[in-house]
């Protein structure tokens, strides 16, 4: 059979053939036809999806349009300085400013005023207050100096070495040959040296004068001769005020050193004056103030004239808080006068504790002082007073308590006498006594056991009443 065709078995006519003789290697493969239907099917998908993302974009911006509408952006303005007004004039008046030529802008702006911001204002006031307190204490800046006393020592290698303490001093007065400056007495205790910067920072060596045990107020003294009559001009003595006028609640600034470190200054309120600071032969009332200071400050308390009402104190101070703690200025006046004077103070060596009315009502204690102890080779024990014993009356004046016997004390000098009514415990009850003092002279405390038996005032024999 003949399965075949004639065409079938004739061979193809060769086109073209490679170098080997090997045709089948340029043959062509052709790509097969493209899927017409498959292609719509993916192109419709396309258009489908297409516009469920735009149905689905134009739903979702109409639901959420009125959500948040947008809002302009402000930037504020910067504040006008001189000089931008100064310009902004010229421009006007060389025709540059539109506003000039259109009445009606002018007449807007006027009525345009913008409210007051509270907080502006307030801030305003802030400010005000506190360079009111700065240019009051840079006034009192005059009166004060930094006293430093300086000490010495070598060791075994031949090497010296210098220490150095320093607190303000007050201004005090000028007697005429010297300045006198107030300060406290742990700092030139001891000294070799003693050297005050001035207000002008000129360093002057100064000395010592006179100091009050009982509260450590010393007085130094520098020669005006010292003094460059250039720094003299910027010196001013201070003005003491009346701290009985000063109360809780009243401002004050704390000048000098507050905080430890010299020209420097703090303002707040006075929080408390009824602390009470017991010494010998009397009392003092303390300022405890809202001003936060070091333990080793020092300087003056000002009232809002620059009067001096308070000398800080820290060592008085009753608690550890780190608040400025002062004495007022009025009790210390007529010791500081003794002090500047070089005058010799009166003592009698007496420590006690008042006893009010009231105290004396609940307690059947007699009203006065409680006698807590008399010091060694005082006055007041030569004439025979104890510890325990009630002071009721000095000089015949019935009502005492400790701050007027230091008053009555302080109007007396060394060699006066002084009455004193006391009531003693006894067996059957209280006993009246009257001793007579003889009014001595404070001293060092080292230098009280120094004195010789012999000076020692003689024993006035106590009159029983």
């Known amino acids: 059979m003949n399965f075949m065709d004639e065409k079938d078995l004739k061979p193809e006519k060769k086109t073209e053939e490679n170098e080997d003789g090997y045709s089948f290697m340029n043959e062509t493969v052709k790509p097969p036809p493209p899927d017409v239907g498959k292609l719509r099917k993916t192109i419709l998908k396309l258009i489908a999806a297409g516009a469920i993302f735009g149905l689905t974009a134009g739903l979702i ?44 802008n002018d007449s807007d702006e006027n009525e345009s005023v913008p409210p007051v911001d509270p907080a502006e204002e307030a801030m305003d006031q802030y400010k005000l207050v506190h360079e009111t307190m700065r240019k009051t204490a840079e006034a009192v800046q005059s009166s004060l100096v930094t006293v430093s006393g300086i000490t010495s020592s070598e060791d075994w290698f031949h090497i010296t070495d210098t220490d150095s303490r320093s607190a303000s001093g007050l201004i005090i007065a000028e007697n005429g040959q010297s300045l006198l400056i107030l300060t406290d007495h742990k700092v030139v205790d001891g000294a070799e040296r003693i050297a005050v910067t001035l207000p002008g920072g000129t360093i002057a060596e100064a000395s010592y004068l006179k100091h009050d045990p009982p ?59 009824s602390g009470i ?58 010791l500081i006068e003794l002090l500047s004077n070089n005058k010799p103070l009166p003592y009698i060596g007496v420590e006690g504790q008042d006893v009010s009315q009231a105290v004396s009502k609940e307690t059947d204690m007699p009203e006065g002082i409680y006698v807590t102890s008399v010091a060694a080779d005082s006055p007041a024990l030569s004439s025979g007073l104890m510890p325990g014993d009630f002071i009721v009356s000095v000089d015949e004046s019935k009502t005492i308590t400790l701050r007027l016997l230091h008053d009555r004390l302080m109007n007396k000098a060394p060699g006066d006498t002084m009455k004193v009514g006391v009531k003693r415990l006894g067996a059957d009850g209280y006993v009246d006594f009257t001793f007579t003092m003889t009014v001595g002279e404070a001293l060092k405390p080292h230098e009280n056991t120094e004195q010789p038996a012999a000076e020692s005032a003689p024993a006035d024999k106590p009159t029983e009443s």
């Open 61 to 104: 911006f109409r639901l959420t349009s009125g959500i948040g509408e947008q809002s302009p952006v402000k930037i504020p303005e910067d504040t006008v300085s001189e000089a931008s007004l100064e310009s902004a004039e010229s421009q006007t008046e060389s025709g540059e400013s539109s506003s000039e030529s259109s009445p009606e």
């Open 215 to 273: 509260t450590g107020l010393t007085i130094v003294s520098v020669p005006l001769s010292g003094i460059p009559a250039k720094e003299r001009s910027k010196i001013t003595a201070a003005t003491l005020g009346n701290s009985y006028s000063v109360s809780y609640g009243s401002p004050v600034i704390a000048v000098g050193a507050p905080i430890g470190v010299p020209d420097s200054f703090a303002y707040g309120t006075i929080l408390s004056s």
């Open 277 to 334: 600071k017991t010494v010998t032969d009397g009392e003092y009332s303390l300022f405890t103030t809202d001003i936060n200071g070091s333990s080793n400050g020092s300087g003056v308390l000002v009232n809002l004239d620059g009067q001096v009402v308070g000398f800080i104190m820290q060592d008085f101070a009753q608690n550890d808080s780190g608040s400025i703690t002062a004495v007022p200025i009025s009790p210390l006046k007529s």
